[in-house]
């Protein structure tokens, strides 16, 4: 099976960087996701991470640990826009194909 | 863009009754996955598809059965709808080893009465 934990909740400033922190525990480990999901609308695609470092795409950043279990995701300048979930998902390798995977969110609520 | 469409955006079913929630994409996507997103439960996948005719079960399979006859459309089956299968219905789909993006259907919100 797999473990995949996040914050459930965070509060940031509008302007400021926030570091939302994702772990997990899973055998056959193919990449790790990050998706911003408005309320009632569906999750879109933020990032992937395959290899460990860091990947920077414009004020968000995606950044993976395998040989600890860990990733994070950075927001930088946060407008009011970013109150939303965060998802982080790992793909699995089975013998019937990929596995998606998804930790239970983080709501980000962004004040001024 | 990839379009992943859910045929309903909304539906209520009573209890019992068979329901059929449809996802079509257009992108020759070889994998397609049924997920339910639940408060304070995240998203927990269903079912999911590699392949036309091939399926594999997800994390909660139970009163749930899946169809894939074509490559583009992926059908979740409830055999006999319960009250605790009312839900929001996500379908997704992504092309190979998954690292372009897993693409997510508008979702269908289903109340089960």
């Known amino acids: 099976g797999q473990n995949i934990d996040q914050p459930t909740e965070m509060t940031a400033t509008e302007g400021a960087i926030v570091q939302i922190n994702c772990t997990y525990q899973t055998s056959g480990f193919n990449g790790l996701f990050w998706y911003q999901q408005h309320a009632g609308e569906a999750p879109t695609f933020l990032s992937y991470n395959v290899l460990d470092g860091l990947e920077e795409k414009g004020r968000f950043s995606s950044f993976l640990s395998r040989s600890k279990g860990y990733s994070y995701l950075l927001l930088k300048e946060l407008q009011m826009k970013d109150s939303a979930s965060y998802l982080c998902a790992v793909i699995r390798l089975t013998g019937g194909g990929n596995k998606l995977t998804f930790g239970t969110g983080t709501q980000l609520k962004v004040e001024l | 863009d990839v379009k992943v469409t859910q045929s309903s955006r909304y539906l209520v079913k009573r209890t019992g009754e068979k329901v059929f929630l449809e996802c079509v994409q257009d992108?020759?996507?070889?994998?397609m996955f049924w997920y339910r997103q639940d408060p304070g439960l995240g998203l927990r996948l269903i079912y999911f598809s590699y392949d036309v005719k091939m399926k594999e079960k997800g994390d909660i399979p139970e009163g749930y059965s899946v169809s894939r006859e074509k490559k583009e459309r992926f059908s979740l089956i409830l055999e006999s709808a319960s009250t605790n299968q009312t839900s929001m219905y996500l379908c997704a789909s992504s092309l190979g080893q998954g690292s372009g993006g897993y693409t997510f259907g508008s979702g269908t919100r289903l109340t089960v009465v």
């Open positions: 992108m020759d996507h070889e994998n």
